[in-house]
């Protein structure tokens, strides 16, 4: 199983960038999709998520109306557009995949991506 994050970087107050995680190993389509962040000194939080079933999302309070996730079960990737970044928003941001498979649940983690917000 390996799911690869890419996009991240530097990016200057209000700028975007696009977070794409690429998966392997095992059904994406079954597979609920997130996105989370660590800051230094902070706790891994929730960012946004999608569901496998119907592609409902939800969004931390703290990146609504700025970021969006998505998915393409074709090319089996899940998206992260993060609009408006602010310095707040530097962390590394990891892909997380809970795959429903044979009544259990099965869960992966990708190696992470910096995203650093800075002028």
């Known amino acids: 199983v390996q799911l690869v994050e890419s996009g991240g970087g530097l990016v200057q107050p209000g700028g975007s960038l696009r977070l794409s995680c690429v998966a392997s190993?095992?059904?994406?389509?079954?597979?609920?999709m997130s996105w989370h962040r660590q800051a230094p000194g902070k706790e891994r939080e929730l960012v946004a998520r999608i569901t496998s079933s119907d592609d409902s999302t939800n969004y931390a309070d703290s990146v609504k109306g700025r970021f969006t996730i998505s998915r393409d079960n074709a090319k089996n990737t899940v998206y992260l557009q993060m609009n408006s970044l602010d310095p707040e928003d530097t962390a590394v941001y990891y892909c997380?995949?809970?795959?429903?498979?044979?009544?259990?649940?099965?869960?992966?983690w990708g190696q992470g991506t910096q995203v650093t917000v800075s002028s």
């Open positions: 997380y995949a809970v795959e429903r498979k044979l009544l259990r649940n099965f869960y992966y």
């Open positions: 190993g095992f059904t994406f389509s079954s597979a609920a």
